[in-house]
Structure formats: structure tokens, C-alpha cells
């Protein structure tokens, strides 16, 4: 065991956890933010996703001993313009059905719109290829991001 210091939304929360412990764990029981997901435990559905240093991650396979002073931002602690687009869109087309795949959805929709405003289908498909949806929501996603890409031009 050892005391790692995490800065998670700008707060640090100090978690006594083992060095291998995934960084998922620490945000759920170490720090209490519940809307960070898991799904599959192996990096393949994208439930998990948080960000690192701005960067999508999947928290569900990276130690604790990794993150340093990087600072982690899960879902409840997106605020860019992007995630606020994303968020509007979602609800407009009521993208959810049982909800348990959707944190991770919109981390990695808001990554996709902060580093390609304009995403064509093929970018949208290729960027959220790593987030399963057990509902297949897939339609609906595509849609509301292309929505909040538009609610962005300008
Ligand atoms: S729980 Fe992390 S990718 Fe599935
Ligand atoms: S909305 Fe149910 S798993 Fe995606």
C-alpha cells in the first residue's frame, strides 16, 4: 500500500491504495466520483474513460502509479464548450437508453469535437470505435455529434 496524491477535477484527493490498483478504483472509492464506469476491466469498451494530462484513458488499466501530477478529469468535472455541446445534443436526441456506456460516450465524443471540430462519419466511427454500447445506441451518438459539432461553428 502507499498514498498516492491525485489531482481529479482539481481537487487533490490522497488514496491509499496498492501502486497497481487501476486508476478507476481510486476515482470510485478513493475519491467517491461515481460516474466513471466499469465495464469489461481490459481497455476494450470505454466505460471507464477519463482523461489524463487532457488526453482520453482508459481508467480501468492504468495504475495509479502512473498518473503523477497529471491532472485527471472525469465526467463530472468536464466543463470545456465542447463537453457543454455534447451534453445539449445527447439530451436533444435522448441518446441513452440504459445509460451505463454514456459517461464514457461523452468523454470521448468532447475529445473527438476538441481536436476535430468538423468530424465526418468516418472520423465520428473511427474515434468512438473503442466505446461499446450494449443498447447500440451508435446511431443516435453519430447524430448528437453531429448536432454539437454545428452548435459549435460559429
Ligand atoms: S472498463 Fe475500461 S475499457 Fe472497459
Ligand atoms: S446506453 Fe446502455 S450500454 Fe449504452
Known amino acids: 500500500m502507499a498514498a498516492f496524491a491525485l489531482k481529479i477535477n482539481g481537487t487533490t484527493h490522497t488514496v491509499d491504495v496498492d501502486p497497481d490498483t487501476p486508476l478507476l478504483w481510486a476515482i470510485r472509492d478513493g475519491a467517491g466520483l461515481m460516474g466513471t464506469k466499469y465495464g469489461c476491466g481490459v481497455a476494450q469498451c470505454g466505460a471507464c474513460t477519463v482523461y489524463v494530462a487532457g488526453q482520453p484513458v482508459r481508467s480501468c488499466s492504468l495504475p495509479v502509479s502512473a498518473i503523477g501530477n497529471d491532472e485527471v478529469t472525469t465526467i463530472e468535472g468536464l466543463g470545456s464548450k465542447e463537453a457543454a455541446a455534447v451534453q445539449k445534443a445527447w439530451v436533444a436526441l435522448d441518446v441513452p437508453q ?57
Open 98 to 154: 440504459c445509460g451505463y456506456c454514456q459517461s464514457g460516450q461523452v468523454m470521448s465524443a468532447t475529445a473527438l469535437l476538441a481536436a476535430n471540430p468538423k468530424p465526418t462519419d468516418q472520423d465520428i466511427d473511427l474515434a468512438m470505435t473503442g466505446n461499446i454500447c450494449r443498447c447500440a445506441t451508435y446511431v443516435r451518438i453519430r447524430a448528437a455529434i453531429h448536432q454539437a459539432a454545428k452548435s459549435l461553428e460559429g
